[in-house]
């Protein structure tokens, strides 16, 4: 899990920003559609994912549609369970919440923003009211309430529009109040699934500065599942779903050299268990690999090659 040791003269405390805030293992979601006995469909949404997401991060969850980012959000949202495999949110696992609990986490835990900006707000309240709606559920005092909302709508940019309906807003004002929302009951987690999907590129820039606010001022861990290659190419880490697994990775980090500071990508990808990694498709093609390669384990790497004993044109 970690390669660092865990006791000895090297040993590290496990401080707050090694404790992941998300530990998904072998995390499997199947839908029915009819009855099986019937010929039914069953659709394996997530085919044994593994993920953690540590505490503080700020992680872009890409991915093509249909893999499976809406399905892991619903489960880690505490809307939906899985049908195998462990989720494990800030020390909570998902899959052994009774009904009680699951609701209590839904209102502290998580904080939830959706694509469809319009069914974040309830069109009826302003704003603030929006915003103090969450704090009503867990019983926060009025006053704290009033606060507390005008606050965050300050934080998210939008003070100025606090008395004003969802429909006196725009797109992007509303996904704002809307992170408001999400943020009001200081959540642990905040999981945004395509929060700029409808937005124009100057709107969504606004939403994800939000998201990163949110992130660096409250410390609030921020998962963004996201289509938009802007959001990706910001954030330090991004993860590929594909088929319901997480695939590869991509970390920027500034590069201690080079006068502009610039961020300079590395690609990465999952290990699994027992042992299976998924090669980047441009790496594979680049290179002609196909069906079997050959490794070599160097002192401080492994090498994969293309076998040679089959010409090129059937590799
Ligand atoms: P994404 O958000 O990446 O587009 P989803 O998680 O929404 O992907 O869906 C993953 C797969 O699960 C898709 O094949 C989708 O059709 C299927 N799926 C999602 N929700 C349901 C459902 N409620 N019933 C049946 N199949 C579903
Ligand atoms: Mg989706």
């Not at 010929?39 to 394996?44: A, H, K, L, S």
Request: net charge negative.
């Amino acid at each position: 899990m970690t390669d660092r040791p865990t006791e000895g003269p090297g040993a590290v405390a496990e401080s707050r920003a090694d404790r992941p805030m998300v530990e998904c293992q072998s995390l499997v979601r199947i839908y029915r559609t009819g009855s099986t006995a019937r010929g039914g469909v069953e659709v394996q949404a997530l085919q044994g994912l593994d993920l953690t997401v540590r505490e503080g991060e700020l992680l872009a969850l890409v991915g093509a549609s249909g893999s499976g980012k809406s399905t892991l959000l619903g489960i880690l949202a505490g809307l939906d369970t899985p049908s195998a495999g462990t989720a494990v949110v800030d020390g909570t696992d998902l899959g052994a919440l009774k009904r009680r609990e699951r609701t209590a986490y839904r209102r502290r835990t998580v904080g939830v923003v959706q694509q469809q900006t319009a069914s974040n707000l309830l069109p009826y309240l302003t704003a603030r009211e929006n915003v103090q709606m969450p704090m009503a559920y867990v019983g926060a005092p009025r006053q704290e309430r009033a606060a507390r909302a005008m606050e965050l709508l300050d934080l998210m940019g939008i003070a100025q529009a606090a008395d004003r309906t969802p429909a006196m807003l725009s797109g992007g004002e509303q996904q704002r109040v809307a992170i408001a929302v999400a943020l009001a009951n200081r959540p642990r987690l905040l999981l945004a699934d395509e929060p700029t999907g409808e937005l124009d590129t100057a709107t969504s820039e606004e939403v994800f500065g939000a998201l990163r606010t949110a992130n660096s001022e409250l410390g609030t861990t921020v998962l963004i599942v996201t289509h938009d290659a802007l959001v990706a190419d910001q954030v330090r880490r991004t993860v590929r779903i594909r088929d319901g697994r997480t695939s590869t990775e991509v970390l920027r980090h500034r590069a201690d050299t080079g006068a502009d500071g610039a961020l300079t990508a590395e690609e990465y990808t999952v290990l699994d268990r027992v042992g299976r990694l998924q090669l980047p498709r441009e790496f594979t093609e680049s290179l002609g690999l196909a069906h079997r390669v050959r490794l070599v384990l160097e002192h401080d790497h492994i090498s994969v090659w293309p076998d040679q004993d089959r010409p090129p044109a059937e590799r």
